[in-house]
């Protein structure tokens, strides 16, 4: 755990430099509009330790499997969003000598990510080995006004001399994976060329055949005022660059603005990349530096206005929580349905940037609630999509009639991940696909969405887990063998509880759904079972049966929901008495040893009891959690925002408070010793979860939103915006009571503490007594 950030309610704030927490907070300080991001990287050259990276959205390279055994059945690749051109490099040279901070003395080193406007900026004083000093300002962004186009003003003052400062800004689509399987590199090029005052290098993805260009408009200053400086021009492979070099006296200051774009071949036919580049350039740097970063204080504005939580008393509380939401917005806006949310978004690597059951468990309630429901009508479009692929996909593995396995990793649909016990076995994620269609008809009441797109998924799916569960002769139920449920540290377990309980809920859901399609859209729905052969009698019997005759374990003596069959033969050990020096035991002890113990890596059963909690009454909820949470590890980031939820629903607020904290600083404190890889942004939604659904107690109960909220007890107040069919509100929770005002939209009804409230536009209710009579104690 580190403890370097600087506590602000609105910045990330870094002061001093020490090139070891480089990698971590080039992480932190990444920036994203929703089609590009970026880590932090250093404009001027760095030879310190780095991990460079810039990323488009959606352009990725299928990376060949690299396994030690092959099994059949195992994706050939995985596909990954790639390392693309840097578009942030500046050279810098001081009479020649390189400004380069891993060689120079740096003093008053600030690095600031202002969330509130959406920039990054750094100031520093370096001196170099010859004792020239300077001072340096830099800021920049990627715009979420013109999201193909960012710009950055670098600023250098030269302290202690007068002498001959050289610029050169450059684009470089020299550039490497550093999870590159086979040590590639992925791009060739296309073209590059130069103009006066900008240049380009447009690139292609090997295997994919995406095309990007990425391209500069650059102009000087000196002390503010446009000056004309004749630039050289160098191109070598897949790189371009334009040197300014001018006398600067002591105490001036030489300004370059950099504008930049990235155009795909997503959006544009590869040979109208140049054209439009240069269009967008020319486009930006009309409006000019100034006018561009006011207008992403404008649209940042904007965003805040409908996902702010303010939370007072506590400053690092709040900046943890803004963070997690600024982050969410950084990675994905819901433009684009070809577009999804990589676990670690724009900020590193790892993952691959690719698509995982985050998006719809954890990520689709965060933008339900804070954004315009086209955001997550477009997350399920994706899988909508992919829906042909998800049935190859299933067909691979042997199943037919078209059941639909969706893949663990995917960017385009097809399945990347290939371990075995994921790949094969780790099937509940085709339950999380389903859950976030009933989630996001719940919330929106958008039940259009069924009959156009949502049944054929959820009929699909059905029909997955109706061939993957078998009759047993003994047992004479159903059961589902073989599998991996979102505790990865069980692999091959037969019934685990979670994945059957996701399987009977999908099959009952599909039917649900296919009566209501059937009655409100008749043509749509035999439009559809003509499609995609649903043999109506059959196969709704089929799935009827499974529903009723499903095995489930249970033990009777404990009162609770068995993870698995034989969970209860393992030695019985408590997290609380595992020593520190053995956790977290994924690095500390063997594969073999993890599968054999009690130990959880992330809620399972419970995760089940969250999406489903209505069909369980709290001694029911009481139980499994008393029982489960004690052997749970917490290893993945995933889990405790699950059990901050189920903690606040028990009533136990301080517990609740302990689970919200593990996640909600996780990244600004580098709390797993892993944030140099890129930030958590799939958990920063369970942060935010946290928060909504436990302390506010935020639910969807017969098309209304219901609250029953609690005030940590370290917090003065806190205050969260949603949105709910048109109307937005804000939920002020504070010690002498709580109130919710109207900011958008229609009247609202909703509940608060169990009482029916009828919001009027305009209005602010005020609440003395809102909490539900607290479940006995613990
Ligand atoms: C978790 C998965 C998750 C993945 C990506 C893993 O550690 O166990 O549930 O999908 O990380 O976040």
């Known amino acids: ?183 590639e590199k992925f791009w060739d090029e296309v073209s590059k060329g130069t103009w006066a005052d900008g240049g380009y290098v447009q690139m292609r993805t090997k295997k994919t055949g995406f095309e990007v260009a990425t391209g500069m408009k650059v102009s000087v200053q000196i002390n503010g005022q446009p000056v004309s400086i004749n630039a050289d021009a160098e191109t070598k492979e897949k790189f371009i660059s334009l040197t300014y070099s001018t006398q600067v006296q002591q105490g001036q200051s030489i300004t370059l603005i950099k504008y930049a774009a990235n155009l795909s071949s997503q959006n544009y036919a590869a040979d109208q990349l140049v054209p439009n580049l240069q269009s967008t350039l020319n486009r930006v740097a009309a409006k000019g530096f100034d006018t561009m970063l006011a207008e992403q204080a404008a649209a940042w504005a904007q965003k805040w206005e409908h996902n702010d939580i303010v939370i007072e008393g506590d400053v690092a509380a709040q900046q943890a929580i803004r963070f997690n939401i600024f982050q969410l917005n950084q990675t994905y ?19 691959g940037g690719s698509t995982y059951w985050d998006t719809e468990a954890y990520c689709v309630p965060f933008y339900l609630a804070t954004a315009d429901q086209q955001v997550t009508r477009n997350l399920l479009l994706y899988r909508y999509k992919q829906l042909g692929k998800a049935i190859e996909n299933a067909q691979l593995l042997g199943f037919k009639n078209g059941a639909a396995l969706y893949p663990m990793v995917t960017m385009d649909g097809t399945e990347c991940h290939n371990e075995w016990e994921i790949t094969f076995e780790e099937i509940h994620r085709n339950g999380a696909i389903a859950f976030a269609i009933f989630n996001y008809v719940r919330y929106t009441a958008d039940e259009a969405y069924l009959a156009d797109y949502g049944l054929e998924v959820l009929i699909a799916i059905a029909r997955f887990w109706a061939q993957r569960v078998n009759w047993s002769e003994a047992r004479q139920q159903y059961v589902m063998l073989g599998v991996t449920g979102p505790n990865e540290y069980e692999n091959n377990i037969n019934n685990n509880w979670y994945t059957s309980t996701m399987a009977t809920w999908c099959m009952q859901y599909a039917l649900d759904a296919a009566e209501k399609v059937r009655t409100a859209e008749p043509a749509k729905y035999q439009a559809l079972i003509a499609k995609i052969n649903f043999e109506e009698a059959k196969e709704i019997a089929q799935f009827s049966d499974i529903i009723e005759k499903m095995y489930f374990p249970y033990d009777e003596q404990l009162g609770v929901f068995l993870q698995q069959d034989g969970y209860l033969d393992k030695e019985q050990i408590l997290v609380k008495d595992l ?23 992330q809620a399972d059963v419970l995760q ?84 909504v659904e436990g302390f506010g107690g935020m639910r969807v109960k017969d098309g209304k939103l219901s609250f029953n909220p609690f005030l940590p007890e370290k917090w003065t107040s806190f205050s969260f915006n949603v949105g709910f069919r048109g109307t937005l509100i804000k939920l002020t929770v504070a010690k002498d009571g709580h109130s919710v005002k109207h900011l958008s939209g229609p009247d609202m009804n909703f509940s608060i503490g169990g009482q029916d409230v009828h919001l009027k536009a305009g209005s602010v209710i005020k609440i003395v007594k809102v909490k539900i009579p607290a479940p006995p104690p613990f």
Not at 579 to 601: G, T, V
């Open 1 to 183: 755990m580190k403890n370097y950030i600087k506590a602000d309610e609105w910045k990330i704030i870094e002061e001093g430099f020490d090139p070891h927490l480089h990698k971590i907070s080039e992480s932190i300080f990444s920036l994203g509009n929703g089609r590009m991001g970026q880590r932090a990287n250093f404009e001027e050259a760095y030879s310190g330790e780095t991990l460079q990276g810039n990323y488009v959205a959606g352009v990725y390279y299928p990376d060949k499997t690299r396994v030690g055994w092959w099994k059949n059945g195992y994706p050939q690749y995985f596909a990954k969003v790639l390392n693309a051109a840097n578009w942030v490099g500046i050279d810098v040279l001081l009479d020649g000598e390189q400004l380069d901070l891993a060689k120079c003395k740096v003093d008053g080193f600030y690095r600031e990510l202002n969330m509130r406007e959406g920039h990054l900026k750094r100031n520093f004083t370096a001196t170099t080995a010859s004792g020239k000093q300077v001072q340096v300002e830099a800021i920049r962004f990627c715009s979420m006004a013109d999201d193909e186009a960012g710009a950055i003003s670098y600023t250098l003052t030269p302290l202690n001399f007068s002498g001959e400062i050289t610029l050169t800004p450059y684009i470089d689509g020299d550039v490497k994976n550093q999870d590159a399987n086979y040590d």
């Open 333 to 351: 806006t819901g433009e684009d349905d070809r577009l999804n949310i990589g676990p670690k978004g724009f900020t590193g690597e790892k993952y």
């Open 579 to 601: 020593p520190a020096s053995e956790r977290p035991i994924n690095q500390k002890w063997s594969w073999d040893r993890i599968l054999r113990s009690c130990f959880i890596k």
């Open 608 to 691: 089940g009891i969250y999406f489903f909690e209505d069909r369980y009454d709290i001694d029911t909820i009481r139980r499994n959690f008393d029982f489960y949470e004690p052997r749970t590890v917490h290893e993945s980031s995933l889990s405790p925002c699950v059990h901050a939820i189920l903690a606040a629903k028990l009533g136990d607020e301080k517990r609740a408070y302990e689970f919200y904290l593990r996640t909600s600083r996780l990244d600004l404190d580098d709390y797993n010793n892993d944030t140099e890889d890129g930030c958590h942004i799939t958990s920063m939604a369970g942060t935010w979860m946290s928060v």
